[in-house]
């Protein structure tokens, strides 16, 4: 099955600074690469997500990128907030199927 | 429109019980998935269900089983629980192939 690795697993930036966050998958048929954020107690929420037929997609202040050559994938979030501190999962599946989670990330906005 | 439900909220089991876990996904969300969730290990695939059938499963002993009734509402039952098997199950749903996973708010399990 699909395999998604995931870095770094703790993530500090000061407020105001941009976060990247990269993953790479195994599975060459993998086509769907959603990211999910996760604040402390509260469930998986879906922030943004990524087909293989296309390269980059933003929303506001996070993007992600896509690699299918390298089988990576990135997540960006820029002007970052202390609201955004939270542990960040990103994902791959094959048709929105047997969605694998990479380990998470937890990020730290300092203000 | 009402989230996904997983019930109930929290569980606390005996070694060697079993237990069964209930989440009623979004209303018109066919698939339903599970994954279990862990400080260490992330969030583990379990199984999905897609229409009464399971789709895919992930590896977990066969201590962990799962069903989903034509409602799509879909339960999962562990049997001969294990200290290890504390953590927190969290049911997921969407709506099609080509939409992102709604999480229920999860069934925090512990197993003395």
């Known amino acids: 099955g699909e395999n998604v690795e995931q870095h770094p697993s703790t993530l500090s930036v000061q407020e105001g600074d941009s976060a990247v966050i990269k993953c790479t998958y195994s599975d060459s048929a993998s086509n769907y690469f959603p990211w999910y954020k996760q604040e402390l107690g509260k469930r998986p929420q879906l922030i943004i997500d990524?087909?293989?037929?296309?390269g980059e997609k933003k929303d506001q202040r996070i993007a992600v990128t896509l690699n299918k050559t390298a089988k990576h994938f990135s997540l960006h979030i820029t002007e970052t907030q202390p609201e955004d501190s939270a542990v960040y999962f990103c994902?791959?599946?094959?048709?929105?199927?047997?969605?694998?989670f990479g380990a998470g990330t937890r990020l730290t906005v300092k203000p | 429109k009402a989230g996904v439900t997983q019930t109930p909220r929290y569980l606390i089991k005996t070694r060697g019980q079993q237990v069964t876990l209930s989440c009623s996904p979004i209303s018109g969300h066919r698939s339903v998935s599970w994954y279990q969730q862990t400080p260490g290990q992330g969030l583990q695939f379990l199984f999905e269900y897609f229409s009464e059938t399971q789709r895919n499963k992930g590896n977990f002993p066969g201590r962990f089983s799962g069903r989903q009734f034509s409602n799509s509402r879909s339960e999962m039952n562990v049997s001969t629980l294990e200290l290890g098997d504390s953590a927190l199950y969290l049911c997921a749903s969407r709506q099609g192939a080509d939409y992102g996973y709604t999480f229920g708010s999860g069934t925090r399990l512990t197993v003395v």
């Open positions: 994902a791959a599946s094959i048709n929105n199927n047997d969605m694998r």
């Open positions: 990524i087909r293989s037929n296309v």
